[in-house]
């Protein structure tokens, strides 16, 4: 199969859709990224903080402790603890700076919990940044039996330290930010390919304005890959994407529904206009028969126009059937359900049957018993049950139809003593224009919708068909529908 030329304006919208969910994609992904890594920044100074405090309050405890045991220390220990960032001093006058609420203060250290802090920045001007931060000090003035005192610790080798830390951690975010753009925008596209693929071959339905079966099917290759010419190939799953076996199992299931559709179609279409092409053929010939001979000869007039009358009532039958069928497959038709006992309409149906219909033997065995359904439509499907009955039943040969419950579904049979159906053709006789005996559908006005018909209205109301047939003994049909619960009404 030949494949478009990489400018062609399907390749071209196809690469400018994968461009543009990769772009909005990988910006997506770019941000969510640079927003974790901004709520990790946060939490990291926040927890270092904390610790930082934690730290200071622990090393001006220590202090206190010493201070409160030895008094102040002796000026070459006072350049040990310079050395160490530390400073104690006799405080005078009185504390300035803030005070740990009452509630804290049962977890620090017992000498300095009520004590005043205060954190000291020195002047910036003409300072650089570490000189900015060797003035930083942290104070904590506090009173003992010996006097008030104040203790200072700078935080300046500290700080660097931390301040070296969190520039590697945001050289590293952006590393690994910067990389994400490439390696994500190349996973997006791997990911997005088949549905590429997808808008190129959407890209030809849109652009092509008559399709021809063999187009279709190109078509179809092309959605699966292009490995194929039949409209039966599909997705293969196994090289999928997982995020993207869904839709290519979805896609599948579409593809079999259009692919029995258009096939159904192409079917009812061509069955549909042999079944119109008969009686056309016949009244178009009874017209020519008139306008040559039938003028002036009373018998061929009188023939002709009971034939064009006969064939006028087939073919207005048959469009009422495929008006039936339309409308039922658009999911056009409203049901009007209500509650009614099938018995009676089984007995209302034999009855009217026995009226137009002498030459052969009825009976009824019924059990009553309600369905909630649509009482019109089910007639419907009853009377295309007795009328195949009686068309393939030889006069005075019995038919029976009768009404029982089991299991929570209504059963209606009905049962005849005809010909039966061959076991092959069984599976095959609700398919629409079937018919099992080619040779009899003219004589019987058989169109091969009637089963179809009663199937879906059987299938509409939650229910199905069975079906026993033995061939010279007879045939056996039952509508199966959901019995009503007590006390339903009409809903």
Request: charged share 25%; glycine share 6%; aromatic share 6%.
């Amino acid at each position: 199969m030949k494949s478009e030329p990489l400018n062609s304006p399907a390749q071209r919208i196809g690469h400018k859709i994968q461009f543009s969910l990769v772009m909005k994609l990988n910006l997506k992904l770019f941000f969510r990224m640079l927003g974790l890594f901004l709520v990790l920044d946060v939490i990291l100074c926040l927890v270092t903080a904390a610790g930082l405090i934690i730290h200071t309050e622990q090393t001006v405890a220590v202090v206190a402790e010493r201070l409160n045991q030895t008094g102040l220390p002796t000026p070459d220990a006072e350049n040990w603890l310079e050395l160490n960032g530390l400073s104690v001093l006799p405080q005078t006058r009185e504390a300035k700076g803030f005070k740990i609420p009452k509630y804290l203060q049962t977890h620090l250290f017992k000498l300095t919990a009520s004590g005043a802090r205060s954190i000291d920045l020195p002047d910036s001007k003409g300072l650089n940044f570490w000189g900015h931060l060797e003035g930083i000090t942290y104070n904590v003035t506090t009173e003992f039996d010996s006097g008030s005192y104040r203790i200072s610790i700078r935080l300046q080798e500290t700080l660097r330290i931390l301040i070296w830390m969190f520039a590697i951690v945001l050289i590293l975010e952006l590393l690994m930010l910067f990389r994400s753009i490439f390696s994500g925008a190349r996973l997006i596209r791997r990911t997005l390919r088949p549905i590429e693929e997808l808008a190129e071959a959407a890209q030809n339905l849109n652009t092509a304005a008559v399709f021809a079966p063999a187009q279709l099917e190109v078509l179809a290759g092309k959605l699966d890959d292009i490995n194929a010419t039949r409209l039966d190939t599909r997705i293969p799953l196994g090289d999928t994407q997982s995020e993207l076996k869904t839709l290519a199992s979805a896609i599948n299931g579409m593809l079999d529904r259009i692919n029995e559709s258009y096939r159904s179609q192409v079917r009812f279409v061509s069955d549909a206009s042999h079944e119109l092409r008969t009686p056309i053929s016949v009244i178009q010939g009874y017209a020519n028969l008139l306008d040559r001979w039938g003028k002036n000869d009373e018998k061929t007039l009188q023939e002709s126009i009971d034939a064009i009358k006969d064939e006028t009532a087939n073919m207005k039958g048959l469009v009422e059937q495929l008006l039936f069928l339309a409308r039922g497959d658009n999911n056009t038709m409203a049901l009007q359900i209500e509650r009614f006992e099938l018995s009676d309409l089984a007995v209302e149906v034999l009855r009217e049957t026995q009226m137009i219909d002498s030459g052969h033997e009825y009976d009824s065995q019924v059990t009553p018993i309600f369905i909630m359904a649509d009482k019109n439509l089910i007639k419907q499907a009853t009377r295309i049950l007795i009328d195949n009955a009686m068309k393939y039943t030889p006069p005075g040969k019995r038919i029976t139809i009768s009404v029982s419950g089991a299991d929570g579904y209504a059963q209606l049979t009905v049962q005849d003593e005809g010909i039966g159906i061959a076991p092959d053709a069984v599976p095959q006789i609700f398919k629409r224009f079937f018919r099992a005996d080619e040779s009899r559908a003219r004589a019987t006005g058989g169109t091969g919708l009637g089963l179809s018909i009663a199937k879906w209205i059987t299938e509409r109301h939650g229910g199905h068909i069975e079906v026993l047939s033995r061939q010279e003994i007879g045939t056996r049909i039952s509508i199966m529908l959901p019995a009503a619960p007590e006390g339903s009404q009409k809903n």
